[in-house]
T-cell receptor, first 115, second 113 residues
Framework: DTGVSQDPRHKITKRGQNVTFRCDPI?????LYWYRQTLGQGPEFLTY????????KSRLLSDRFSAERPKGSFSTLEIQRTEQGDSAMYLC?????????????FGAGSRLTVL | AQSVTQPDIHITVSEGASLELRCNYSYGATPYLFWYVQSPGQGLQLLLKYFSGDTLVQGIKGFEAEFKRSQSSFNLRKPSVHWSDAAEYFC???????????FGTGTRLTVIP
């Protein structure tokens, strides 16, 4: 078990371009989360999957943001038509708790810089 | 609504000194409480968690935290800080069946020789 992996670790893009981040959770974890962290702030919840089902997506920041987990394993987070305000660290986490408290294991994050 | 307040943005302590990081939460029921640590360029690592039972919980790296319901607090402590403890510390709150955790804005710890 190598923990939660995120790729790429850093992405620099120009405004208006699309970007995609990938997250590989811990293999036995059925829950996967995406968070965004801006400078000086704590992580902010974006969306959540249980297996392949996206059960919560109302916190996605706009319709430019979308996430998938097609086979219940890895997940992708796509941002279309990026804006400078999208610059942030995008964190992925996974957990296996079927009920009760969620103990999240985080990846190292993907840092996005929009020029 | 759930919320977490970490009133100290930045704390500086001398190596070997004791440490207390404050966390206050707002939640209508018994929360699940967490402390995470984030080193530069890294993800968040779980230090400790409180679900129920003994209000003093022990974590990794010599950290402990105490849940005080009357004060809605979950402060993190360490009796003797090491230079490697310099990092950002986040308090988070969750609840049964919730899909996510709510995080505070973090406290940055600087350790001086």
């Amino acid at each position: 078990d190598t923990g939660v992996s995120q790729d790429p670790r850093h992405k620099i893009t120009k405004r208006g371009q699309n970007v995609t981040f990938r997250c590989d959770p811990i293999s036995e974890h059925n829950r996967l989360y995406w968070y965004r962290q801006t400078l000086g702030q704590g992580p902010e919840f974006l969306t959540y999957f249980q297996n392949e089902a996206q059960l919560e997506k109302s916190r996605l920041l706009s319709d430019r943001f979308s996430a998938e987990r097609p086979k219940g394993s890895f997940s992708t987070l796509e941002i279309q038509r990026t804006e400078q305000g999208d610059s942030a660290m995008y964190l992925c986490a996974s957990s296996s708790t079927p009920s009760g408290a969620n103990v999240l294991t985080f990846g190292a994050g993907s840092r996005l810089t929009v020029l | 609504a759930q919320s977490v307040t970490q009133p100290d943005i930045h704390i500086t302590v001398s190596e070997g000194a004791s440490l207390e990081l404050r966390c206050n939460y707002s939640y209508g029921a018994t929360p699940y409480l967490f402390w995470y640590v984030q080193s530069p360029g890294q993800g968040l690592q779980l230090l400790l968690k409180y679900f129920s039972g003994d209000t003093l919980v022990q974590g990794i790296k010599g950290f402990e935290a105490e849940f005080k319901r009357s004060q809605s607090s979950f402060n993190l402590r360490k009796p003797s800080v090491h230079w490697s403890d310099a990092a950002e510390y986040f308090c988070a709150v969750g609840r049964t069946g919730a899909n996510n955790l709510f995080f505070g804005t973090g406290t940055r710890l600087t350790v001086i020789p």
